[in-house]
């Protein structure tokens, strides 16, 4: 495609878009939407509540994750332990990126290592 006609294209392209977007701008429900969402950040500003605080006082069985440092926390991976039969050689791991496991997945094949399994 040539240079002119790419331009061509996205100018048409953004000029149903700009269409699209006024139509959006008159639309009355938008309007209330907008508005609805300006009044609700007012009055959570006004009382010092989080989107996330009301969420739990209006549906308390929806528990957020728990948080360290501002991060999620995941709950902790369960520990796998795999005995070689070979040579009674043990790996204990939390995850599937284990040097020792990779190994044995590689030489003998991901299937056998699984039922290594205790």
Known sequence: ???LAEFKALEAQLAEQLKQLDAL???GELK???????K???LLAEYGF?????KLI????ARPA???????QRRERSLKVYVNPNNNERVETKGGN???LKAWKKQYGTEIVESWLL
């Not at 209330?32 to 300006?38: G, S």
């Not at 989080?50 to 009301?54: I, N």
């Not at 728990?66 to 999620?72: E, P, R, T």
Request: proline share 3%; charged share 45%; aromatic share 2%.
């Open 1 to 3: 495609m040539s240079k």
């Open 25 to 27: 701008k008159n639309d």
């Open 32 to 38: 209330k939407e907008i508005e609805f969402e300006e």
């Open 40 to 42: 609700l950040r007012a």
């Open 58 to 61: 209006l549906d308390p069985q």
């Open 50 to 54: 989080s989107l996330r605080e009301v």
């Open 98 to 100: 284990h040097k020792g």
């Open 66 to 72: 728990a948080k360290v440092d501002g991060l999620s």
